[in-house]
């Protein structure tokens, strides 16, 4: 199993639907968790911490599954600006990224 | 600005010709860390520093590459004869990290290099 595993995408989805994509770490001692966005030829950025209650900001919802040893990330009513790669960031005895989730918000 | 600054943003080379990187920090973090990111993929650590002091280099790092940051403060990634697989965006990142906590990393512009 790969240390973190992304589904590349692309995902293509209408604007206004929701989307979600799942990040997989394969160290269960993992202490902390992220998701950043990238744009093309752009940095990275941080969008949210993952807490293990879950947590919300704004159309953005993210999850941990301690169990089965992954990260979720679900974004509601989706617009065409959130067109990025969402990176995942899983912090064990290293701090290891995904290789991203292209998404595209279709207008 | 008190982000973390790169420079230059873009730079051409030929290859075997050495080229060197800058990078600053958020003042007030005292981790720093270099990374490189090629074409759909994630950015892959190369080395980071805590403070002065160089605490972990990756594997990436062959002997062409050197990083120093010798006040603690600013860092500089140089290549030596470059080749063209070392085309890639070069990150820098710092963080505020004591102990086991970690609060994610904030990014520089990077610098895109491209060897000819």
């Known amino acids: 199993r790969k240390e973190v595993e992304q589904d590349p995408g692309p995902f293509n989805v209408p604007e206004g639907a929701t989307v979600a994509f799942n990040c997989t770490y394969s160290?269960?001692?993992?202490?902390?968790f992220f998701w950043y966005r990238q744009d093309c030829r752009k940095e990275p950025k941080l969008l949210m911490s993952?807490?293990?209650s879950g947590n919300e900001d704004g159309r953005f919802t993210a999850q941990l599954n301690r169990a089965s040893q992954y990260i979720s990330l679900l974004i509601r009513d989706s617009k065409l600006s959130d067109s990025a790669t969402y990176l995942c960031v899983v912090n064990g005895d290293k701090i290891i990224f995904g290789k991203g989730t292209r998404l595209h918000i279709l207008p | 600005d008190t982000g973390v600054s790169q420079d230059p943003r873009h730079k051409i080379t030929k290859r075997g010709q050495n080229v060197t990187f800058r990078c600053d920090p958020i003042?007030?973090?005292?981790?720093l860390y270099w990374y490189r990111q090629t074409l759909g993929q994630g950015p892959e650590f190369l080395t980071y520093?805590?403070?002065?002091?160089?605490?972990?280099k990756s594997r990436l790092l062959s002997d062409r590459f050197s990083a120093e940051r010798p006040k603690g403060s600013f860092s500089t990634l140089e290549i030596q004869r470059t080749e063209q697989g070392d085309s890639a965006m070069y990150l820098c990142a710092s963080s505020d990290r004591t102990g086991d906590h970690f609060y994610g990393y904030t990014f520089g512009s990077g610098t895109r290099l491209t060897v000819v």
């Open positions: 993952v807490y293990s």
């Open positions: 003042s007030e973090h005292n981790r």
């Open positions: 160290n269960s001692a993992s202490q902390s």
């Open positions: 520093f805590q403070n002065e002091a160089q605490l972990e």
